[in-house]
């Protein structure tokens, strides 16, 4: 496994998130999701209900990794920018988008 560029970490400090109410909200909502679609395929339900409810867990997620996406963005990437090392966080960057490309 190939480690993310040294200047392009913020792990050198506490990473706080600007919404973390909120990102602990939706994830304790997909967590409920995903133990529901556990009961369904428990209970032998109907499969496109099974996949409907997986489509809406996959949808929850995307959004939530959007909005830590944009919070990396907005915060580690223009620190590491301002202090000279924006090139490596841009390719971490980058690397992190096409994990999500389909």
């Known amino acids: 496994m190939k480690s993310r560029p040294e200047a392009a970490k913020c792990e050198h400090h506490a990473v706080v998130q600007p919404n ?6 939706r994830l304790n909502r997909i967590e409920g999701q ?7 395929v428990e209970e032998d339900r109907y499969c ?3 996949l409907t409810q997986i489509a809406a867990i996959q ?5 939530l ?18 202090s000279g090392d924006g ?5 971490e960057l980058l690397a992190v988008v096409r994990r999500f490309g389909r």
Request: charged content about 25%; glycine content about 4%; hydrophobic content about 50%.
């Open 20 to 25: 973390k109410p909120a990102l602990l909200k």
């Open 34 to 40: 995903t133990r529901g679609v556990a009961k369904m």
């Open 48 to 50: 496109v209900d099974v």
């Open 59 to 63: 949808s929850a997620l995307d959004a």
């Open 65 to 82: 990794a959007l909005q830590l996406l944009e919070s990396h963005t907005k915060g580690c990437v223009r620190s590491a920018m301002r």
């Open 87 to 91: 090139e490596a966080a841009v390719d």
